[in-house]
Every structure is written in C-alpha cells, then in structure tokens.
C-alpha cells in the first residue's frame, strides 16, 4: 500500500518562505501525478500545484502562481517551495497522488496527513 509522507510545515511570518516535501513509499507506484491541496480553516480544500509523472508539466493554482515552485526530483517526491507568503496561505496542506494531473479532489487515489503551515503578522 502506497503512503504519501509529508515533511515541512510550521510557523512562517508573512512574506518569509517555507519548503514542503513529499514522499511516497511502499506499494506500486507508476506513472503517478504528485503534488498538494490545502484547506484553510472553514474553507473547502482546493488544489494548490500538481506535477505531472516526469515533472515536465506542472499545474498552479492561481493564488500561488509566480511565488511557489513545485519540484519532483525523483519519480517517489516532490517539493514544493512557496515565497512571498501571506495570511491567506495559512491551510493544512495536503500531499496527493492521483494518475493525472486534475482540479478535483476525487480525482487523487492517495493522500497524505496533513502537514499545518500558519503565516502570522
């Protein structure tokens, strides 16, 4: 059985960066997209940035484009890099991997735990 462990997360003020890693181990694991959703407090949860299985096309949500990168530097993890935070992106954050890269969230066959990130003034 494939499980996505998640690392990073914590406490950020505003405008600094934070770095998440995702990594997916056991099981089969082939021609997976990888990447994060994330659900703020009383908000629906809602995609952030997918990668395809060879990394070589990425998908961003709006409200991250042009400040966050996500990197798979292996076909098992992914990192993304978020800068410039803000308020808004405080959200537990959430590791995914489905066969290809969509919006929605039953689209995503595995899920990681949640890793919390909190950007404070």
């Known amino acids: 059985q494939v499980r996505l462990v998640e690392s990073g997360g914590g406490l950020v003020q505003v405008g600094g960066s934070l770095r998440l890693s995702c990594a997916a181990e056991?099981?089969?694991?082939?021609?997976?997209?990888m990447g994060w959703f994330r659900q703020a407090p009383g908000r629906e949860r809602v995609l952030v940035a997918v990668?395809?299985?060879?990394?070589?096309?990425t998908h961003y949500a709006d409200s991250v484009r042009g400040r966050s990168l996500l990197s798979r530097d292996t076909p098992r993890t992914v990192h993304l890099q978020m800068n410039s935070l803000k308020p808004e992106d405080t959200a537990v954050y959430y590791c995914?991997?489905?066969?290809?890269?969509?919006?929605?969230?039953?689209?995503?066959?595995?899920w990681g735990q949640g890793s919390a990130v909190t950007v404070s003034s």
């Open positions: 990668t395809s299985w060879s990394g070589d096309s």
């Open positions: 056991g099981g089969a694991f082939n021609s997976y997209a």
């Open positions: 995914v991997a489905g066969p290809a890269i969509r919006d929605g969230m039953e689209y995503y066959d595995y």
